[in-house]
């Protein structure tokens, strides 16, 4: 009688099957995955690497709030098209980060200078000419501008041999006028329509424009006819001349003046 033949069961064999169970159902496992169904969990920490992301994969709607710090910005990655409008302020400067060569030429006007920002040690040599000087400053060179007032001192004086003697002295004005001006003499404590006075402590004698006033503030031994008397005048200055009174007796007038240019 033929006998069915039965293999016998060993340990070899079952492994070896389950094995076979097990490879084969995973393989279909992972073949059969649905859509979107591997989330953040069934990812093991770090499998996800740099070499595994398509390029352009991670966009900006990828990105977590403040993700991006200044630790993963490499060399010459913010150009000036990915810097906002007004996003460097003055805070964000480092200290002596704005030098000459980074500034354009023409942007730095007078309204972007706040007050004593100017000052001499920043001025070049000859860079002050006369075309830079406002309007109301003295020209240094050529003649006293409309409405600009000279003044100054004089004194003149002698010991007379005979009455009447003579003496004289003269003024040049430190700026030339167009035109000789206009005199007018005052003894002291006098004054009148186109010379108002002495100013204050007697040291700023005014003129009206195109009239110098001559203040005579003390004097001496002279002829009470014709005491002072303004002689040569010009548009470059003028001369003085007083007659003595008593022989040998010193004679002398001194007092202040202000030319003004019409």
């Known amino acids: 009688m033929k006998t069915r033949f039965r293999p016998k ?22 073949a059969g995955l649905p859509k979107n169904s591997v989330g953040p969990n069934q990812l093991k920490r770090g499998a996800v690497t740099s070499g595994k992301l398509r390029k352009g994969a991670v966009t900006s709607g990828k990105l977590a709030p403040k993700s991006v710090v200044a630790g993963k910005l490499g060399p010459s990655a913010v150009t000036p098209g990915n ?19 980074t500034i354009k030429n023409g942007v730095v006007t007078t309204n972007k200078l706040n007050n004593e920002a100017v000052t001499s040690a920043k001025l070049g040599k ?26 100054g001192v004089f004194d003149l004086g002698a010991t007379a041999d005979i009455a009447g003697d003579l003496f004289r002295s003269s003024v040049s004005f430190q700026f030339p006028l167009l035109n000789p001006p206009a005199v007018t003499v005052l003894q002291p404590g006098q004054t009148s329509a186109n010379c108002a006075g002495l100013g204050g402590g007697n040291t700023t004698p005014a003129a009206t424009g195109g009239n110098l006033c001559v203040y005579v503030t003390k004097a001496e031994n002279l002829d009470p006819t014709t005491p002072l008397a303004v ?12 007659k003595a009174n008593e022989v040998d007796k010193e004679s002398y007038a001194f007092g202040v003046w202000a030319v003004t240019a019409p």
Request: positive net charge; hydrophobic residues 50%; proline residues 1%.
């Open 126 to 151: 000859g860079s002050v000419t006369l075309a830079k000087l406002a309007d109301d400053v003295a020209p240094l060179l050529g003649t006293l501008k409309s409405g600009q007032t000279l003044r």
């Open 83 to 101: 810097i906002g409008n007004g996003a460097v302020t003055s805070s964000k400067l480092a200290a002596n980060s704005v030098i000459a060569s």
């Open 9 to 30: 069961l060993n340990y070899s064999n079952v492994i070896a099957t389950i094995a076979l169970f097990v490879a084969l159902g995973g393989a279909a496992v992972a």
């Open 231 to 242: 002689e040569n005048n010009t548009r470059l200055g003028f001369g003085l001349v007083a």
